[in-house]
């Protein structure tokens, strides 16, 4: 994949976490692509020690699948949220169990769809900053939108 095709794409994959992240009520302390070697994004969470807090979890599992279909609405054609699945599949299984968890995971995902597509303008902006800046604050995110 081209450098700057996978930049974008990684672009709009973050920006699809933190803002779905803000609009959930997570606060962000940073999004970033392309600073850390072999990440090609990350995006951090400031209450990231929430383990136990069942609603914190099942928004994190939404935030997760937020990432994958921002991504799709900017290239249809790529898949980039593998890593993201796995987490929510994980996170599904500790607070829901196996025998839920696919249920489950289907709700997640519809809302995390819906989300995306209510805020689709907000992400194309967040992910075009993000590849001017390579980092944003959560300050920063806060004030862009």
């Known amino acids: 994949m081209q450098e700057e095709v996978r930049k974008k794409l990684t672009a709009y994959h973050e920006a699809g976490h933190a803002l779905i992240a803000n609009s959930l009520d997570v606060p962000i302390e940073y999004v970033t692509i392309g600073i850390k070697p072999n990440y090609a994004g990350e995006t951090s969470y400031k209450d990231i020690n929430c383990d136990k807090d069942l609603i914190y979890m099942k928004k994190r599992i939404i935030i997760a699948f937020a990432g994958g279909f921002a991504s799709i609405k ?18 599904a ?9 696919k249920e489950y995971l289907k709700i997640a995902e519809a809302k995390a769809k819906e989300a995306v597509n209510k805020n689709k303008s907000s992400i194309a902006k967040v992910a075009k900053k993000l590849l001017i800046k390579n980092k944003l604050t959560g300050e920063e995110l806060m004030n862009l939108l």
């Open 74 to 91: 900017y290239d249809p054609s790529r898949i980039t949220s593998i890593g993201d699945y796995d987490f929510a599949c994980k996170l």
């Open 93 to 101: 299984t500790k607070i829901i169990g196996d025998k839920k968890k």
